[in-house]
């Protein structure tokens, strides 16, 4: 049974409920990751300002949202930049139904894609190198799927698959980026990467 007051989705889904209550939690914890994957800084106020402008909220958020907004911030930005990997996406526990848990990871998709596009606006998908363009096409396409009819173990597997194809493809997304501007700053790229 889940425990509505530790889970991090449904404490998200209550704050909304009375701030943005047309937004799927997982859209913007989406949005959150591709901020962070474009580079843009755990510290950056500008964070605060794309989320109140893609939820559409006019007076700002509370102060209990920009708390989770920040803890969500801060886990990301630990995944990114650390060496373990351990990234998470936010969707609804393993009890909710299939079909919720694929909506909200295509709204995840979708919401990180906005954060990305944002944080890299300007920036032409030619110029970007393939297999951040090829992550992207992924996530993309992700961000499209139906929900699915039936609940069964195969579609189990397989949803489990693609959670964890986008969790890579995020840090992946990420790395590419980073060792791409390094490169145009003429700066040492011999680190080691994440595959």
């Known amino acids: 049974m889940t425990d509505t007051h530790s889970d991090p989705f ?3 889904a209550s704050l909304l409920a009375n701030e943005a209550p047309h937004l799927n939690p997982s859209e913007l914890h989406g949005v959150i990751c591709g901020l962070l994957a474009s580079g843009l800084s755990a510290e950056d106020p500008e964070m605060q300002g794309v989320l109140a402008s893609h939820a559409d909220v006019k007076h700002g958020w509370s102060m209990s949202a920009q708390s989770l907004f920040g803890k969500f911030r801060d886990e990301a930005h630990a995944a990114f930049h ?5 990234m998470s996406i936010l969707l ?14 295509a709204v995840w998709c979708d919401g990180f894609m906005v954060g990305f596009g944002t944080g890299t606006a300007g920036m032409k998908d030619a110029d970007l190198p393939t297999p951040l363009q090829e992550a992207i096409a992924d996530l993309v396409a992700i961000s499209q799927v139906e929900s699915p009819e039936d609940e069964d173990e195969e579609g189990e597997s397989l ?10 493809s ?14 145009q700053n003429g700066q040492n790229t011999n680190e080691p990467t994440r595959h």
């Open 92 to 105: 609804p526990d393993e009890e909710q139904l299939l079909s919720d848990r694929v909506a909200a990871l």
């Open 159 to 168: 949803f489990e698959q693609v959670v964890e194809h986008c969790r890579v």
């Open 10 to 12: 449904i404490l998200f």
């Open 170 to 183: 995020a840090l992946l997304i990420f790395t590419e980026l980073a060792l791409m501007r390094r490169r």
């Open 82 to 86: 650390g060496d373990s990997l351990e």
